[in-house]
């Protein structure tokens, strides 16, 4: 079975880090590109970043520039966020998606993990 | 950046009636290379991530029900229900592909009249 799962989230201080994981498994990791897209509570899907495979290459989106670091492990078959210098506003449920091979979007979504930055 | 505005913000439709959400891009989503274009539909039930039904404007994920449908090309575009059943109340998203940074559309609710 094709499955993303993230871990990694909770509670956090503003100003706080965290690293959130993404465990892939059903399909062949390295073949494919990986990204990060969080959703604040009741609100739409924002795009974090993408990592490419061969090559690894990484994009984020201006909101987390310099604040937040995509790597990835293919042996392992692991995805991760470092997510530095956290603001109320990175308050969301953030999921880990496959890029399909030949378009990049998003086939295969994980169950998401939500991070909390609160005092 | 490319901005994606869905249209409308929610709509109630009767069970077995067509529902019709729209898509525009702030920039055309055409490749001219390869004369696809970069737009996908997924839709978001509550408390569950989002899945993939509709990319290169109008190609099924597979799976997917034949009376979901995507339709337009450029800048605007359009993800038609075409007899809605129970099982479709969601949020609805467009997303473009073209290149990064990759965006939605915000979103639209999808209800039973």
């Known amino acids: 079975e094709v499955q993303l799962v993230e871990s990694g989230g909770g509670l956090v201080q503003p100003g706080g880090s965290l690293r959130l994981s993404c465990a892939a498994s059903?399909?062949?990791?390295?073949?494919?590109?990986m990204d990060w897209v969080r959703q604040a509570p009741g609100k739409g899907l924002e795009w974090v970043g993408r990592?490419?495979?061969?090559?690894?290459?990484?994009k984020y989106a201006a909101s987390v520039k310099g604040r937040f670091t995509i790597s990835r492990d293919d042996s392992n078959n692991l995805l991760y966020l470092q997510v530095n210098s956290l603001k109320t506003e990175d308050t969301a449920v953030y999921y880990c998606?496959?890029?399909?091979?030949?378009?990049?979007?998003?086939?295969?979504w994980g169950q998401g993990t939500m991070v909390t930055v609160a005092s | 950046d490319i901005v994606m505005t869905q249209s409308p913000d929610s709509l109630a439709v009767s069970l077995g009636e067509r529902a019709t959400i729209n898509c525009k891009s702030s920039?055309?989503?055409?490749?001219?290379?390869?004369?696809?274009?970069?737009l996908a539909w997924y839709q978001q039930k509550p408390g569950q991530p989002p899945v993939l039904l509709i990319y290169?404007?109008?190609t099924r994920e597979s799976g997917v029900p034949d009376r979901f449908s995507g339709s337009g090309s450029g800048t605007d575009f359009t993800l038609t229900i075409s007899s809605l059943q129970a099982e479709d109340v969601a949020v609805y998203y467009c997303?473009?592909?073209?290149?990064?940074?990759?965006?939605f559309g915000g979103g639209t609710k999808v209800e039973i009249k």
């Open positions: 998606a496959r890029g399909e091979g030949s378009s990049g979007v998003f086939d295969i």
């Open positions: 059903g399909f062949t990791f390295s073949d494919h590109y």
């Open positions: 990592t490419r495979n061969k090559g690894y290459t990484t």
């Open positions: 920039q055309s989503v055409l490749s001219r290379s390869n004369n696809k274009n970069y």
């Open positions: 290169w404007a109008s």
């Open positions: 997303q473009h592909y073209y290149d990064t940074p990759l965006t």
